[in-house]
């Protein structure tokens, strides 16, 4: 079934502006582990090799020094692990051998770790160097960001030193003094056309038409249960006749995002952990659907799409659900 056969939402289609036009023409219940300042949790499920990893101080005093913690999770949620830090012990060293032991404790390997805070960059990549996985600066770190969300919420304010004027007001996902400048996409990814659809929330729950098996080299972001079913999910469907290339290249990128700045009158999109690549200008018709993009993903805690197609009668080369991650994180 190709993906706009059950689009029930499709607004115009809108061609890139001229400056694109070709020059040819769940989570478990913890178990307390031995040692107090380590956590681990699995619920059923399956493991996923693909990891996401996050190391940072916490809104929390211990001693007078801020709470440094290790989280570890795999895409799906299923593995949650979490250790404390001192804060003379935050190192590359340290870290790894975290790392390590996370991975004595799994069933499941990973493959690829990916990490999307920026200023522990060096740290991190040091720390995975070591080890025989592949180290992935991205903000495609959904169940990590859901993990973070819920101990924001439920555990930080309940712990003995909590400090909320320390929370990350300037975290992943804030806009605040975004002074970027979106990078031109290459000539050859350039789609022909773009539209902003929408898909029933119902789609991508357990027995609904998209699935791992119809979604090309794209991946889908878990999907909060407490969201209501009969919602719709914002998205946009890129048609090109380069559909194959244009999805294998999002696919290296880490695509994690689309954003209308209305502002800006842009359609732009979120990769790796910072890059921004401008996909099209919005006409005043355009801006309108991109205001109407922009609240429904607000009403979906950020989730929304992209597909890439050749045509409206075929599979997607590659089809992301993607979230917006939430800023103080």
Same mark, same amino acid.
């Given at each position: @079934?190709?993906?706009?056969?059950?689009?029930?939402?499709?607004?115009? !289609?809108?061609?890139?502006?001229?400056?694109?036009?070709?020059?040819?023409?769940?989570?478990?219940?913890?178990?307390?582990?031995?040692?107090?300042? *380590?956590?681990? !949790?699995?619920?059923?499920?399956?493991?996923? *090799?693909?990891?996401?990893?996050?190391?940072?101080?916490?809104?929390?005093?211990?001693?007078?020094?801020?709470?440094?913690?290790?989280?570890?999770?795999? *895409?799906?949620?299923?593995?949650?692990?979490?250790?404390?830090?001192?804060?003379?012990?935050?190192?590359?060293?340290?870290?790894?051998?975290?790392?390590?032991?996370? @991975?004595?404790?799994?069933?499941?390997?990973?493959?690829?770790?990916?990490?999307?805070?920026?200023? @522990?960059?060096? @740290?991190?990549?040091?720390?995975?160097?070591?080890?025989?996985?592949?180290?992935?600066?991205?903000?495609?770190?959904?169940?990590?960001?859901?993990?973070?969300?819920?101990?924001?919420?439920?555990?930080?304010?309940?712990?003995?030193?909590?400090?909320?004027?320390?929370?990350?007001?300037?975290?992943?996902?804030?806009?605040?003094?975004?002074?970027?400048?979106?990078?031109? &996409?290459?000539?050859?990814?350039?789609?022909?056309?773009?539209?902003?659809?929408?898909?029933?929330?119902?789609?991508?729950?357990?027995?609904?038409?998209?699935?791992?098996?119809? $979604?090309?080299?794209?991946?889908?972001?878990?999907?909060?249960?407490?969201?209501?079913?009969?919602?719709?999910? %914002?998205?946009?469907?890129?048609?090109?006749?380069?559909?194959?290339?244009?999805?294998?290249?999002?696919?290296?990128?880490?695509?994690?995002?689309?954003?209308?700045? &209305?502002?800006?009158?842009?359609?732009?999109?979120?990769?790796?952990?910072?890059? %921004?690549?401008?996909? !099209?200008?919005?006409?005043? $018709?355009?801006?309108?659907?991109?205001?109407?993009?922009?609240?429904?993903?607000?009403? &979906?805690?950020?989730?929304?799409?992209?597909?890439? %197609?050749?045509?409206?009668?075929?599979?997607?080369?590659?089809?992301?659900?993607?979230?917006?991650?939430?800023?103080? &994180?």
């Amino acid at each position: @079934m190709s993906l706009l056969s059950f689009v029930l939402v499709q607004t115009r !289609a809108f061609a890139p502006h001229p400056l694109f036009e070709s020059r040819s023409g769940g989570a478990g219940t913890y178990i307390q582990s031995t040692t107090v300042d *380590s956590e681990i !949790a699995k619920s059923s499920g399956n493991i996923s *090799s693909d990891w996401e990893l996050d190391c940072y101080s916490r809104p929390v005093l211990v001693d007078g020094k801020k709470l440094w913690e290790v989280l570890i999770t795999d *895409s799906t949620g299923t593995l949650r692990i979490c250790e404390s830090l001192p804060s003379n012990r935050v190192n590359s060293r340290e870290l790894r051998r975290v790392v390590e032991d996370a @991975m004595e404790i799994s069933d499941v390997k990973p493959s690829t770790i990916r990490f999307f805070r920026g200023a @522990m960059f060096n @740290m991190i990549n040091i720390a995975l160097s070591e080890i025989e996985v592949v180290a992935r600066p991205s903000r495609c770190t959904f169940a990590l960001a859901s993990w973070l969300e819920e101990r924001n919420r439920d555990v930080y304010p309940q712990m003995t030193g909590y400090k909320p004027s320390m929370a990350n007001p300037d975290g992943l996902g804030s806009a605040f003094l975004d002074v970027r400048t979106p990078v031109k &996409l290459p000539d050859a990814l350039r789609g022909e056309k773009y539209a902003f659809v929408a898909l029933p929330l119902a789609e991508f729950r357990p027995g609904g038409d998209i699935s791992s098996e119809n $979604i090309g080299v794209g991946r889908l972001c878990p999907v909060d249960l407490t969201l209501p079913a009969d919602a719709f999910v %914002q998205g946009i469907v890129v048609l090109t006749s380069r559909a194959k290339a244009l999805a294998s290249w999002l696919a290296g990128t880490e695509v994690a995002g689309f954003k209308a700045d &209305l502002r800006r009158r842009t359609l732009t999109m979120e990769a790796d952990i910072s890059t %921004q690549y401008l996909v !099209a200008r919005l006409n005043d $018709i355009q801006r309108a659907e991109g205001a109407a993009f922009e609240e429904g993903k607000d009403q &979906l805690n950020g989730l929304h799409f992209v597909s890439v %197609q050749e045509n409206e009668n075929e599979n997607p080369a590659g089809f992301w659900l993607l979230r917006e991650i939430p800023p103080g &994180l």
